[in-house]
């Protein structure tokens, strides 16, 4: 995949990609896996004979769910591919050229799981009165399907962390197996299912409009389920994060809290603990069948479980800075064995990319350094003033002299910061760009002479 280094101006290429991910995470998960489920769940309560307001429950939520999943779900999976397509092309290329038949394989069981969710829509007027059977048989289908595209993109996303001894063996087993893998798959599952069955305790709890002993028995269902996905999930994510190396995870808060938040070590434990705490509790009040106290505690549930689902992939994400797949390459697209190479060989890195952009207003030297820095820190940093993580506010006050060391030694600065590539007379042309948009971005500011004995008097006799 050869494309132009594109960076996102302002919002960053991270945040890009994090804003569209995260929607798409809580839809795939949450709806498509977990309120799916609990919808097919209730009009198989139906089926077995339990009652018809188990399946006048699933009926009225099918289609809104159904219309978000195929739309908005849809879009932001396509989207995902796009934006990681177009900011790391390289990675991308990589993932897929490793891992081409379990993505093939997914795809598959994604197409089957939108036909079987919109026959399971479309023939339910049909089947739900003469052929219930056939109707449950299709909405469990359903379910297996997503389940297992979600087991195949947890192998793969679980490597992107813990390649384990890929690196040096690169078998698909290796890769694909990987120490992440199985407590990933719990982790998901269980997940999207909680963040499902609290939407449905809610709704239940807000909107339901049968009789009380009908609300409390779906009431008491959605809570067990969410509790039981609860306790699974937290033995799934400390298993999880067991496996996660220990490098990485040293810098896991400030992975998450802004700088200032994550030099209070307990402030993230304690939130997330206070989370846990208003999960169970609520939980816990649905299976008691209270509705109205179920009523005040799902809004803030549900916003903790999202924000969550927000906290574990930036962890993911951030913490196996700085590279994009460990022991192979680094965050900027970089392959460490090309970072060797270059090094070794003291060549110049400009020469091996494949795209500059030169559209004329720079001098030839500027263009060096601008596509320099694309390809070494556009990845992470911004060159829009109040943009996120903007270079120009992070060298503010600095030298040139004291940049082009800096630049020298960027991997030492931060744990998730790469390392240069390329040569001696590069680094200089990075580290000059770099201070030409600090004094541009007013971050530095260029010491004027002091005036001569003369002008001063000439000055004060002007006054």
Known sequence: MIFPILHIPGLGDGMTIALDAVLHVVISHGLAIGFMTMLILFQTMTYAGKGPHWARISRSLLGPAVVVITSVGAVTGVGIWFITGILAPEGIGSLIHLFFWPWFIEWGAFTSEVILLLFYYYLWDRLAEKHPGRLTALGWGYVTMAVISAILISGILGFMLTPDGWPWGQTFDE????????????????????????????WIAWRFKGTREERGSALRLAGGVFLGCVAVGAVSAWVYFSRVPM???????????????????????????????????????????????????????????????????????????????????????????????????????????????????????????????????????????????????????????????????????????????GSETERLLLASYIYMLGKEQGYIKIPQAPKAPAAQAAAREAK
């Open 175 to 202: 890769a694909y197996y990987n120490p992440t893998f199985a407590p990933q798959v719990f982790l998901r599952l269980s997940g999207g299912l909680a963040i499902g069955s609290l939407l449905l305790a809610a």
């Open 247 to 421: 490098t990485f995870l040293t810098h896991w808060k400030f992975a998450v809290a802004t700088s200032y938040m994550s030099q209070m070590p307990d402030f993230l434990p304690t939130l997330n603990a206070v989370a846990v705490g208003v999960l169970c509790l609520t939980g816990l009040v649905a299976v008691l069948r209270w509705p109205v106290v179920c009523r005040i505690l799902c809004i803030p549930a549900i916003l903790l479980s999202v924000f969550m689902v927000m906290e574990f992939e930036r962890i993911r994400e951030f913490v196996r800075g700085p590279y994009l797949l460990p022991g192979y390459m680094y965050a900027n697209q970089v392959p460490l064995a090309e970072k060797l190479a270059v090094d070794e060989t003291k060549q110049s890195y400009l020469p091996r990319m494949r795209w500059v952009d030169d559209n004329g207003t720079l001098p030839p030297d500027m263009v060096a350094g601008k596509a320099l820095f694309a390809a070494n820190c556009g990845v992470c940093h911004t060159t829009v003033k109040g943009g996120l993580n903007n270079i120009g506010i992070r060298v503010a006050g600095r030298t040139l002299d004291s940049l082009n060391a800096i630049v020298s030694i960027t991997e030492n600065l931060g744990p998730f910061m790469t390392p240069f590539t």
